[in-house]
């Protein structure tokens, strides 16, 4: 739902500044090809979109997010084994695999500077995340789902996070919400209907899913500083 009210909108002003924060101190301590100490098994890395983002993430992030939040289109999961850091994370191009760190850094968008353009976030209760990152490392090698859809046998990437982060008492700790594909006029953008068109199917604006901004968004996870 687009509307919110007075009380999410100032939640939501709070959670931008930290936001800005947060971009600000990651692009200034991660210097292309650095691995970051700070980072745990766990943590969760957004993908920002600058103005001269992909089209497709550039899609993502105008369906997903509201004016003035920054826009985000991918979401990873941070792997540590031993002394190396991987990004877990479902692929537009190889699926679900691991990408040693300083390559997803590489690939990120970058800021003017040349920094990744990431933000770092943590669960705020960790309780069992190291199960949520076993059981997302069972989705590797799965295809990735170009059509969003609600099956096991593809797999996107806030799909992926959506699906393995789930409390000790089995509830989802992120809960589907309505998917969008349509801009803040409630409009379905000529991206998403070409796109849908391809597979002869019905753009499935509303459905349950999930998506990068709103998990960015949620009061579940907290920006590392």
């Known amino acids: ?67 003035g939040q920054l826009q985000i289109s991918h979401v990873a999961i941070v792997c540590r084994k031993g002394d190396d ?35 770092h976030a943590r669960l705020k209760d960790t309780t069992g995340v190291a199960k949520c990152v076993e059981r997302a490392e069972r989705y590797l090698g799965k295809p990735y789902d170009s059509l969003y859809m609600p099956d096991d046998s593809a797999i996107y990437c806030s799909e992926l996070v959506q699906l393995s982060f789930i409390d000790a008492s089995g509830s989802p700790i992120f809960e589907l919400i309505p998917m969008s594909f349509h801009d803040d006029t409630g409009k379905i953008t000529d991206f998403w209907i070409e796109h849908y068109k391809q597979y002869n199917l019905p753009v499935p604006d509303g459905e349950p899913g999930t998506n990068p901004g709103g998990i960015l968004r949620s009061e579940k996870i907290m920006i590392v500083e």
Do not use: W
Request: net charge negative; hydrophobic share 45%; proline share 5%.
């Open 1 to 67: 739902m687009k509307v919110m009210k007075k009380e999410m909108r100032k939640y939501v002003y709070g959670v931008l500044m930290a936001l800005a924060c947060a971009v600000v101190m990651l692009c200034g301590c991660v210097e292309k090809g650095v691995k970051m100490p700070e980072m745990e098994h766990g943590d969760l890395l957004f993908n920002v979109v600058p103005q001269n983002g992909t089209e497709l993430a550039a899609a993502i992030a105008d369906v997903t997010c509201d004016s």
């Open 85 to 119: 850091v991987f990004a877990l994370e479902a692929t537009t191009k190889k699926g679900v695999v691991l990408t040693p760190i300083d390559s997803f850094m590489n690939h990120a968008d970058m800021t003017p500077d040349g920094k990744p353009y990431v933000v």
